[in-house]
């Protein structure tokens, strides 16, 4: 990336594809931001501008790439191989980290977790300009979209059932679907990821809650 490439890049502001960090923070809050982008489109982490555009650089070219080395090997789940760029603007160096849509999905933060002892791995997806939590159902059609074995597909009355309710509401959740088939929630749950990797449905985030819709 060139010097005006960025410079543009900053001027778009945050996004589902891009964030700014002014310092690097702790481990485990990059691993959030580095693991949402890998979960979902890819994007750009900036170590160096503020979250209003501001310019403040690094001052340590081999400390921050050395946080983010160490967040990508230690801190993800599987880890991450960080392509890291140290670009100079307005006599600023600024960190970026280029991160691609991972076809090793779904990748979790590592936290330490001081009261029980052990290791909690967390997804974390990006929406507008936030890294939230994955909903289990996310996570679910993350690892489906990794897997090799071919999908088989049968439609039944379930199935009917649903898309005459999408057809009428335009929307349903997991809950929605259980509900009006009598089904468990989580036999709902698969069935509905099984049609979202068919290409029938759609998954919608809007960060409180997951929902499909008919494609």
């Known amino acids: 990336m060139r010097p005006k490439e960025l410079l543009?890049?900053?001027a778009k502001g945050e996004s589902s594809t891009l964030e700014f960090k002014r310092k690097s923070t702790n481990p485990e809050k990059l691993a959030k931001e580095i693991v949402a982008m890998a979960n979902t489109r890819g994007g750009y982490l900036l170590i160096g501008v503020d979250d209003n555009g501001w310019i403040y650089g690094?001052?340590?070219e081999k400390s921050e790439?050395?946080?983010?080395e160490r967040t990508c090997m230690f801190f993800v789940d599987p880890p991450i191989n960080p392509d890291i760029q140290i670009i100079n603007v307005r006599d600023k160096d600024v960190l970026v980290l280029t991160i691609t849509p991972s076809d090793?999905?779904?990748h979790k933060i590592i936290i330490d977790d001081k009261q029980s002892k052990k290791e909690i791995l967390k997804a974390y997806i990006r929406v507008g300009e936030k890294s939230i939590e994955a909903s289990r159902e996310m996570t679910r059609l993350m690892k489906s979209q990794t897997d090799d074995k071919p999908l088989k597909l049968s439609i039944g009355e379930n199935e009917k059932r649903l898309f005459d309710f999408l057809e009428q509401n335009e929307r349903a959740t997991v809950k929605d679907f259980s509900k009006i088939v009598n089904i468990s929630t989580r036999r709902a749950e698969r069935l509905m990821i099984r049609l979202v990797r068919a290409g029938v449905l759609?998954?919608?985030?809007?960060?409180?809650?997951?929902y499909f819709t008919l494609v």
């Open 8 to 10: 543009n890049l900053i």
């Open 58 to 60: 690094i001052e340590s």
């Open 65 to 68: 790439s050395d946080i983010i």
């Open 104 to 106: 090793n999905k779904p």
């Open 202 to 210: 759609q998954i919608h985030n809007d960060s409180t809650y997951d």
